[in-house]
């Protein structure tokens, strides 16, 4: 009765809302598997900070963690507590910011490993394990190029020995700054200096490639890497064709459907004038949901039932809706309701991150909680 219910109460809210995101936790899963045989003896692992890529932490985790995936990376320490509520002890989280403020315990009451990243954060986490008389697992993260996170060759030559000897790092990581431009000269820069970082550390586990630098080749694998955007279906090969599935389909509802004359205006600011009658859609996504306005009038649309069809988008996109033209679709073939697709097989996450002059990882990140979203 009560999943009845629930069940009625959840189709009234798909009926109510603007749009629809499906995210297809099988694509996930084939896309994790495809990168797992990739790098055959080391181990893949599973980015799901900023709530997976805004795609949601906790299906997604669950769903991974089933098929086989043991190492978790979030960013921050909230996000880590957020995620062992759902996934088992023996499931590995690492939180990638580390150790911010004083708060090693929390780290230990949910069994989270902080990549320590700066000498003093090594320090902190130190004396809280001679405090308690137990070396804690930790990761130590190197800045081998990018200088964003970790510690270069004088901070890890400063580290007093005695640390070295306490503890031995879990995992050793760095971070690729152009593993998406595979003849970059810093690839391989990066690969050599974080080889000879590694040196002046115990040796443990280590992890260099993030999706991109999983296709650089074996010599960047290591022991581990950590893919968040090729599981979420963005290509890691920009310059070749797209080796992952496609995971989220976005669909707009149309909620009013005119006619208007020759001459007249579309849109704020009156940037769009119809050179003749033309039929209009208003379908109910804007800029507030993640669809940028940069996007007004640089993209075609799709309705679901006329995929071959491309609609383009007319005038700017509101925070809440925008405009396509629908007259080259057949006479009175559209309603109020009817679904056109934003994102999916016609646009994909790179193609509008093209359009809108960034990276399909902005396109997803940016993703609206207003949609109604729907995990198959
Ligand atoms: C975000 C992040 C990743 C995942 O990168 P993708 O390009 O999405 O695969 C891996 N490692 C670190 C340190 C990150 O910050």
Redesign the pocket.
Known sequence: MHTQHSNQKRDLFRERSGAELHINLSAIIENYLFLQKKVESARCSA?V??DA?GLGADRISKALAKAGCKNF?V?YLDEGIALRKILKKEFSIYV?HGLIGKHEKLFLDYNLIP?LNTSEQIKQWYQFCLQNNVFYEAGI?LDSGMS??GLDEKEIKDIPLAVWDAFKPKLI???LAC??TPEHKENTQQLEQFKKLKNFLPNAPS?L??????FLGKAWHFDMV???????G?N?TPREKNPMRSVVTLLGKIIQIKTIHPKTFVGYGASYKAKQTTKIAIISVGYADGFFRSLSEKLYLVHEKFMHKPLPIIGRISMDSLFVDISSLPKDATKIGDKIELVGSFNTLDSIAHAANTIG?EILTSMGNRYYRIYK
């Open positions: 980015v900070k900023a890529y990376f960013a990638l990549i993260q964003r996170f990581v760095s971070h593993a998406d992890s490639a993030a999706s991109s630098g999983i950590r893919p968040g955007a090729a599981l979420y963005i890691p990882y």
